[in-house]
Nanobody
Framework: QVQLVESGGGLVQPGGSLRLSCAAS????????MGWYRQAPGNQRELVARITTTGSTSYADPVKGRFTISRDNAKNTVYLQMNSLKPEDTAVYYC???????????WGQGTQVTVSS
């Protein structure tokens, strides 16, 4: 079982940048596909970006070209670099890990991102 802890959220002006981090512990990080999801008030949780164990990435259409997901297996950490932020990016951002072998999924507690002037 893996434990996930997000950090890096906060308040930023439109057009600004933030980098979220998700530190994993308790299991072999390299065996997990990792992802970032977000949930705005009144909305369902939605996928933002995903990175596989081999480093392949995919993005939701609203964030393509603005967000970049990456992972550092030596540091057991996945990142989400968010540039050109918009008010509609405001949400709680959650880290997700899915075990390559068992397909069990785990979630972090979330970190708030607010884009406002």
């Amino acid at each position: 079982q893996v434990q996930l802890v997000e950090s890096g959220g906060g308040l930023v002006q439109p057009g600004g940048s933030l980098r979220l981090s998700c530190a994993a512990s308790g299991s072999i990080f390299s065996l997990y596909h990792m992802g970032w999801y977000r949930q705005a008030p009144g909305n369902q949780r939605e996928l933002v970006a995903r990175i596989t164990t081999t480093g392949s990435t995919s993005y939701a259409d609203p964030v393509k070209g603005r967000f970049t997901i990456s992972r550092d297996n030596a540091k057991n950490t996945v990142y989400l670099q968010m540039n050109s932020l918009k008010p509609e990016d405001t949400a709680v951002y959650y880290c997700n890990g899915r075990n390559l072998m068992t397909r069990n999924e785990y979630w972090g507690q979330g970190t708030q991102v607010t884009v406002s002037s």
